[in-house]
């Protein structure tokens, strides 16, 4: 972890973390924590949650909601609220993945992800915007690369960060100046469920990634890290951007090939 930060950076701020029981997300939570803001985190699982809230610190508070259920999770956020006080950080990154051909998927298959990742985003953004701290607050979707690279058996999970990333767009322009709307794009993080399940035997670590400009996977902190600087006053006339925080994954063919003999 890094401590480019100061300790008390978010003291006082309170944030509101929709998949933040594992992964990233609870990497993000941890981190804001850490410097000093109080935090509440939803998922589905209600031990899970409960876990991951004691994982953070003793008085964070774990919350049980599904996010396509747009009454749940704004019962969810004004349970927090009445804890907390308003937010002025909300961060959507409930997320589904699979692979799948398009022709061995189900209609509902696909359908789940877009109403995890998209229509999860719409609700979790749409049931806080009363609850926030306003002007000032900082509000960040989780997005993918696969949202501008096509990605063979991700149809669904391409459609859906697209969506995500048009949404983080429009919301900026509706609801500037007074909430900020942002998206960070992660490229693939050791140790998460979603590589477990994109790259299944692949080393822990990452290993060496000739494909990614910087050679390896990323960290958990180095998406969190850029969490806090989107919700700090650094990023203060930052809105609408989707930040690439992948390693220069989305950048192209990082891997080096010669010229073919005889070509000039």
């Known amino acids: 972890m890094s401590n480019v930060f100061r300790t008390d950076l978010l003291a006082g701020k309170t944030a509101f973390v929709a ?5 990233i997300n609870l990497a993000i939570a941890k981190r804001f924590s850490q410097l000093g803001a109080n935090v509440a985190v939803v998922g589905r699982d209600p031990e899970k949650a409960r876990r991951a809230a004691e994982e953070i610190n003793p008085k964070a508070l774990g919350l049980s909601a599904d996010v396509r259920d747009y009454g749940a999770i704004r019962g969810a956020l004004e349970h927090a609220a009445r804890e907390f006080g308003k937010f002025d ?64 058996f ?16 429009v919301l900026a322009l509706e609801w500037g100046p007074d909430v900020r709307v942002n998206a960070i794009s992660p490229g693939p993080i050791a140790g998460t469920e979603g590589m477990r399940r994109l790259a299944p035997g692949a080393p822990e670590d990452g290993g060496h990634q000739p494909h990614i400009a910087m050679k390896r996977w990323g960290r958990g ?44």
Do not use: W
């Open 19 to 23: 998949g933040g029981t594992s992964g």
């Open 89 to 152: 950080i909300v961060i959507s990154g409930a997320a589904g993945n699979f692979l799948a051909p398009a022709l061995g998927m189900s209609a509902n298959a696909f359908r789940t992800v877009v109403d995890i990742d998209l229509l999860g985003t719409f609700n979790v953004f749409r049931a806080c915007h009363d609850l926030l701290n306003t002007p000032g607050a900082s509000l960040i979707a989780i997005t993918a690369p696969q949202a501008v690279r096509p990605s063979q």
């Open 154 to 169: 991700q149809a669904h999970v391409c459609a859906a960060k697209a969506g995500i990333n048009q949404a983080v767009r």
């Open 221 to 264: 902190d180095e998406i969190a890290d850029c969490a806090v600087f989107l919700s700090s006053d650094a990023a203060s006339y930052i809105t609408g951007a989707i930040i690439d925080c992948d390693g220069g994954l989305t950048l192209g063919d990082a891997a080096p090939r010669l010229p073919q003999e005889g070509m000039s």
